[in-house]
T-cell receptor, first 114, second 110 residues
Framework: AAGVIQSPRHLIKEKRETATLKCYPI?????VYWYQQGPGQDPQFLIS???????DKGSIPDRFSAQQFSDYHSELNMSSLELGDSALYFC?????????????FGPGTRLTVL | LAKTTQPISMDSYEGQEVNITCSHN???????ITWYQQFPSQGPRFIIQ???TKVTNEVASLFIPADRKSSTLSLPRVSLSDTAVYYC???????????FGTGTRLQVFP
């Protein structure tokens, strides 16, 4: 079965650079979520989109922005990167916004900021 | 959002049944209880979800007492591959985000 695809899987950047993470949800899933998981930390919700509109916002820094496109894929844009942004970034998708829905997580993008 | 409390870690041996209890004293009427499993460097994976009483699927059972202030995830006959972090989450009907608390790190020994 098709799963959530994230690219790139690994990314190394320098401080103050920008990064773009991509997420391709499971076909027919219209909701996408982004989570950040720092080393030894629990996943933290960043932002979500439903039908290309932002549906909820969590602890996403102002330096980050995201959007969902017409084909439902999503991109997380990160600017002025800081050392503390080094983390695993997970994208998840679900068929709808109901909190009862199971979220399917991708393999993650490991971002390292040097 | 209802907060959850779980043990930080648990140890078990292969073949044993493992029960992980989660407290959620402030659970709202419309909240569901969901458990996710996470292996190192992988995304969390849905295990089971329930509202009340007992739910069972092919991998686990979820026991929820009548007051719904706690829930217990039961893993029958664990194997080494069940070593992971287990998160208990309480779903807010008004939002779709998952709020992960500090999960339970289960270590299964041979």
């Amino acid at each position: 079965a098709a799963g959530v695809i994230q690219s790139p899987r690994h990314l190394i950047k320098e401080k103050r650079e920008t990064a773009t993470l991509k997420c391709y949800p499971i076909p027919r899933h219209d909701t996408v979520y982004w989570y950040q998981q720092g080393p030894g930390q629990d996943p933290q919700f960043l932002i979500s989109f439903y039908e290309k509109m932002q549906s909820d916002k969590g602890s996403i820094p102002d330096r980050f922005s995201a959007q969902q496109f017409s084909d439902y894929h999503s991109e997380l844009n990160m600017s002025s990167l800081e050392l503390g942004d080094s983390a695993l970034y997970f994208c998840a998708s679900s068929p709808g916004t109901d909190s009862y829905n199971e979220q399917f997580f991708g393999p993650g993008t490991r971002l390292t900021v040097l | 959002l209802a907060k959850t409390t779980q043990p930080i870690s648990m140890d078990s041996y292969e073949g044993q049944e493992v029960n992980i209890t989660c407290s959620h004293n402030n659970i709202a009427t419309n909240d569901y209880i969901t458990w996710y499993q996470q292996f190192p460097s992988q995304g969390p994976r849905f295990i089971i979800q329930g509202y009340k009483t007992k739910v069972t699927n092919e991998v686990a059972s979820l026991f929820i007492p009548a007051d719904r202030k706690s829930s217990t995830l039961s893993l029958p006959r664990v194997s080494l591959s069940d070593t992971a972090v287990y998160y208990c989450l309480v779903g807010d009907m008004n939002t779709d985000k998952l709020i992960f608390g500090t999960g339970t790190r289960l270590q299964v020994f041979p």
